[in-house]
């Protein structure tokens, strides 16, 4: 069983995807983690995350054990994987890794949740159940913002918005693998949503896909 679930940041995939595998008792990755890897490798040894040479090497040495590294939640590590993830040699080395994942859960799940930008139209085409999980911009950014806050970082949120839009630009611009719904994902936009009503609406989805209809 493959649940691919991608859409925009901060736009409630993680907590859906962690909650769904829980519920299902399946295992999570969450890919960003993989791209976000890179771009702290690259930027703790003073690099730069637009270079492909240095970024594909970070790619190619990463595990699933950096995946503990405590940086991977900063903004610039952000903004960084948003760059590392434009190039092209960077996607291939962690296509491996994801699908091995996919193939091969952990602690004998019977399968996986994965959350990203390209799962069900790269990672794992034949995911069966594709989720495309959105929401306005404006919804976003304040959703990022309170995450910083409650973090203790501060910011403001026009600042918030301008660098999600940035983000947003260069994840649905890029020529490899761009931000966009697979042609057979449910989009699930939770702009109007909370975190409950997300989940019960996913589950819905899931429990349409994959329950064959009476005979
Ligand atoms: O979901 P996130 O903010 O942790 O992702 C960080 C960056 O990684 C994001 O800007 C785009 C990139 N990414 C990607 O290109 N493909 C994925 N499957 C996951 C993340």
Redesign the pocket.
């Known amino acids: 069983m493959i649940i691919a679930i991608?859409g925009p940041?901060?736009a409630g995939?993680?907590t859906l995807a962690r909650r769904l595998a829980e519920a299902l008792d399946l295992a999570y990755l969450?890919?960003?983690?993989?791209?976000?890897t890179v771009?702290a490798k690259v930027l703790a040894a003073g690099g730069d995350p637009a270079t492909p040479e240095v970024a594909e090497a970070a790619a190619r040495s990463a595990t699933f054990m950096d995946l503990n590294r405590p940086d991977?939640r900063e903004e610039a590590v952000?903004?960084g994987?948003?760059q590392?993830?434009?190039i092209p040699g960077v996607?291939a080395a962690l296509l491996d890794l994801?699908r091995r994942f996919a193939r091969q859960p952990p602690e004998g799940k019977r399968g996986v949740v994965?959350?990203?930008?390209?799962?069900g139209t790269v990672?794992c085409p034949d995911a069966n159940v594709k989720l495309f999980v959105t929401a306005s911009l404006e919804t976003r950014a304040a959703r990022r913002q309170k995450e910083l806050r409650a973090r203790g970082e501060a910011s403001i949120y026009a600042r918030v918005k301008q660098e999600m839009q940035e983000?947003d630009a260069?994840?649905s611009a890029?020529a490899t693998?761009p931000?966009k719904p697979a042609s057979d994902a449910v989009v699930l936009d939770t702009s109007e949503m909370d975190a409950d009503g997300a989940f019960r609406a996913a589950m819905d989805i899931i429990t349409a896909r994959t329950t064959a209809p009476p005979a």
């Open positions: 991608d940041g901060a995939k993680g969450d890919t960003g983690l993989l791209y976000r771009a991977l952000g903004q994987a948003s590392v993830a434009a996607r994801q994965l959350d990203g930008r390209d799962i990672v983000r260069r994840d890029r693998a931000l």
